[in-house]
């Protein structure tokens, strides 16, 4: 079997996605995700200009060759737009494989070591009263687990919590900040300090010691407040807190360890299982939060979550909109397959976004299952996609109140 072409589909149904589409010459066509939030057109052309050319007449069977070749032979490596092509590319060739031996991937990655995937999602409030709601909602919905997203007095607008409660589940920016510049948003994080422990706090009186309760730090703190922040949720019992410190400093999280047990997570903008290097052997974080997407694919995926489990560290796979459906199968086939499965993140996605991927995954009581399609078991309708041109958009950014530019 060989690769005979190979096209970079750009979609924007409810938001831009781009999705690379190998056939072989036997007839068979596997999906990869490629989509890189706010940026999405440079890794198609990464694609189309540089990746394809090299992978034309390949054997699609030969997933590890062809991976090491795409990362080794460019010479420049890493970085989100190469590491987002090279996934594209990975997946698609585990979904055509899966496709020819008749097996969902998960079978080809080992087999189910488990028969659900507990999902997370997203609950935000502008104030206790819109939260409670927003949990309700999620928990109406089947979530046993659910991150807590909430305004801060004083603050004009936070990233991740919905502008309004009828955005249900959503909090992202599509389609209103399409062909606008980056809407600026403010931080304060004194007030926040000061504010989240409260909520928690709230959150817990309401709905008691079982929910399972994340939180996202959008990598905001200092080591020290990130330090503060954890002890004070201490007796709220997270299940996780993410992103507390910038993703380029290991180190941050060696102080931020060494003060509190509330359990660490991060990596969903890294790119390689480099970048845990430290964080694992060292012991300074409990979940892995890459996405798919965004590390190469399932091939490295699978190792990383291999060395991280060598150090009881678990997966909580990045899974907000902005990872296509592609991807999020790809992310549930690999849930489903390794020991050290902590939790997925689940934001669903759009109708419209539904109508061009066609998916066979299920949600059921709070669990997510990639369904028995050989393959990833995604298919892309193309007269779909081809009705929702890409258009422009961009996620938000931070200042401080005295207009210094902040992490968001
Ligand atoms: C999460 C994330 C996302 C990201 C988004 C950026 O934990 O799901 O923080 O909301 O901000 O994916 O592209
Ligand atoms: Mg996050």
């Known amino acids: 079997m060989r690769i005979s072409s190979a096209d970079v589909v750009v979609t924007s149904p409810d938001r831009n996605f781009v999705t690379l589409k190998i056939t072989t010459d036997d007839g068979l066509t596997g999906l990869g995700d490629a989509t890189l939030n706010g940026r999405e057109l440079a890794v198609a052309a990464y694609l189309t200009e540089h990746v394809v050319p090299l992978i034309i007449d390949r054997d699609p069977h030969r997933i ?20 987002a092509a090279i996934a594209a590319v990975d997946m698609a060739l585990w979904d055509i494989k899966g ?9 080809l990655l080992g ?10 999602g997203h609950a935000s409030g502008l104030d206790l009263e819109s939260l409670f709601d927003s ?19 004083g603050l004009r607008a936070v990233y991740g919590v919905a502008a309004s409660a009828g955005e249900g589940t959503r ?20 007030a926040y300090l000061r504010h989240l422990p409260t909520v928690f706090d709230a959150v817990r009186a309401e709905f008691g010691p079982e929910l399972t309760l994340l939180h996202d730090g959008h990598h905001r703190m200092t080591p020290n407040q990130a330090a503060r922040l954890g002890r004070s949720l201490e007796p709220y019992d997270l299940f996780w807190l ?6 380029e400093n290991p180190e941050a999280l060696r102080r931020v360890r060494s003060q509190t047990t509330t359990p660490l997570a991060i990596g969903e903008v890294f790119n390689t299982a480099f970048d845990y290097q430290t964080l694992i052997t060292e012991q300074l974080i409990d979940y892995v939060r890459s996405a798919v997407t965004h590390t190469g694919g399932l091939t490295p995926m699978k190792k990383l979550m291999d060395f991280a489990a060598m150090y009881q560290i678990k997966s909580g796979i990045h899974g907000p909109t902005d990872i296509s459906p592609v991807g999020m199968a790809a992310a549930l086939h690999l849930d489903l397959a390794i020991h050290n499965f902590g939790i997925q993140e689940y934001m669903p996605h759009g109708e419209l976004t539904n109508e061009v991927f066609r998916q066979s995954f299920s949600f059921t009581d ?24 890409y258009e422009r958009a961009y996620l938000p950014f931070n200042r401080l109140l005295d207009g210094t530019v902040h992490d968001w």
């Open 111 to 120: 087999g189910a070591s488990r028969t659900g995937i507990r999902a997370y």
């Open 366 to 389: 709070g669990d997510l299952h990639p369904g028995e399609q050989p393959g990833l078991g995604v298919e892309l309708d193309e007269g779909a996609a081809a009705r929702f041109p």
């Open 242 to 247: 993410e992103d507390c410190t910038p993703a």
């Open 64 to 83: 590890e060759d062809t991976w090491q070749f795409l990362y080794r032979s460019a010479y420049w490596r890493r970085g989100p737009v190469t590491m």
């Open 135 to 153: 949990i309700r909602m999620h928990q109406s919905l089947g979530f046993t687990a659910i991150r807590v997203q909430t305004a801060v007095p």
């Open 171 to 190: 909090y992202d920016y599509e389609p209103a900040r399409r062909q606008a510049l980056p809407a600026e948003e403010d931080w304060d994080t004194a």
């Open 99 to 107: 496709k020819a031996a008749s097996l969902p991937v998960y079978q």
